[in-house]
């Protein structure tokens, strides 16, 4: 997996540069701005860009600005935004760009190695990685939409599970129920939304994005 971390702090970069190379994925550039991060997706087109939103040259949302013309300009690279703290907005904003390859995390999470590189190879597959905290604040709106009150409760779990990333199997221990009972929710969340026919991954994720794209927007 090839990769561009856009960090304005050295030492959290440089740490996520090293851990990406320990368990062997190619870091093609590590950049401090947002200019810069554009610039390095252009030239060595990665698999997946992890961007912190916060970045010179202002300080605010520099790099969620880079990672929308990002998703843009290079549709197959997957983004991974990664904040100090639970911002929905930007999440809700980056989702609007696209249905696939997003990811947004706390920073703090990058201190748990395998979960922090599991989330990244789901996001450069076409995936979606979100943190528990972001989608309990943008689920927690959107169960008050039309458009999910199809749902029942064990859906909406459900449903809350699968934009974390977790697999089917995942679902079932978080749940404490069979595979096949998921696999049963996850048909009714398709049906329900009334999703188009295809791959079960592709429905997976626009079954997440409707769910978030009714969080806040402002």
């Known amino acids: 997996m090839r990769v561009v ?3 304005d702090a050295a030492v959290l ?4 540069a090293q ?3 320990m368990r062997g994925h190619q870091v093609a550039a590590s950049v401090a701005d947002a200019d810069a991060l554009r610039a390095a997706v252009a030239e060595h087109r990665p698999d997946v860009a992890v961007v912190d939103i916060r970045m010179p040259p202002t300080h605010t949302d520099d790099g969620l600005r880079a990672a929308i013309d990002i998703r843009e300009q290079h549709p197959g690279t997957g983004v991974l935004l990664f ?28 201190a748990n190695v395998a979960g922090f590189t599991d989330a990244l190879e789901r996001v450069a597959a ?4 979100l943190d528990p905290e972001v989608v309990t604040q943008l689920a927690g709106a959107a169960t008050r939409n ?10 909406r779990a459900v449903l809350t599970l699968m934009a974390e990333g977790r697999s089917n199997t995942a679902i079932s221990q978080q749940l404490h129920v069979s595979a096949g009972t998921v696999e049963k929710h996850v048909a009714a969340i398709f049906g329900k939304l009334d999703l188009p026919v295809s791959e079960d991954h592709n429905r997976r994720v626009l079954a997440v994005i409707r769910m978030l794209r009714q969080g806040p927007r402002n």
């Open 5 to 7: 971390i856009a960090e």
């Open 13 to 16: 970069r440089e740490l996520l």
């Open 19 to 21: 851990m990406l190379t």
């Open 83 to 110: 904040s100090q703290y639970v911002e929905t907005k930007y999440a809700t904003r980056l989702l609007a760009q696209g249905s696939a390859g997003v990811g947004y995390l706390l920073k703090e999470r990058v």
């Open 126 to 129: 076409g995936g979606t990685a």
């Open 146 to 155: 039309e458009d999910l009150e199809a749902l029942t409760d064990r859906e």
